[in-house]
């Protein structure tokens, strides 16, 4: 799969969170969303587009970090201070977050799998487990 990097990082944010995601929610093929966490050192909030999924009400994220061995920051923050803010396109609200785990988990890896297929790739350059976040609107 060849990935356009072309809309990504700070530029990436930036631009959906100025047109309510009319640029960068389909990236690659893929939806995305912005997703602000608060820095566990700086307490400042960070924001991120990061691909995501739906699983009824809730919305899906996978920490993959590209198959790097350590966490991104965004779910270390995150596991610290659960309580995110997220865009979706125009509609901007508070969700809390949690780690999938077991049968959850594999459920919500295999979609994931599906939204974006390079994730198994990924599972496969690190020894540890690639964490799936549920995000629930609170």
Sequence with gaps: MTIDRSLFGQEHVNRYVETDGEVGYDWNGAPVLILTTT????G???SLALIFG?????YVLVASKGGQPKHPAWYVNLVEQPEVELQVKGDRFH?????AEGDERERLWRAM???WP???EYQTKTTRQIPVVVLDRI
Excluded at 54 to 58: H, K, T, V
Excluded at 95 to 99: L, N, Q
């Design 44 to 46: 400042e909030p960070r």
């Design 39 to 42: 820095g566990r050192k700086s």
């Design 118 to 120: 390079p994730y198994d």
């Design 54 to 58: 739906r699983d009824g009400d809730s």
């Design 95 to 99: 969700a809390r977050a949690r780690t």
């Design 113 to 115: 799998n599906e939204i």
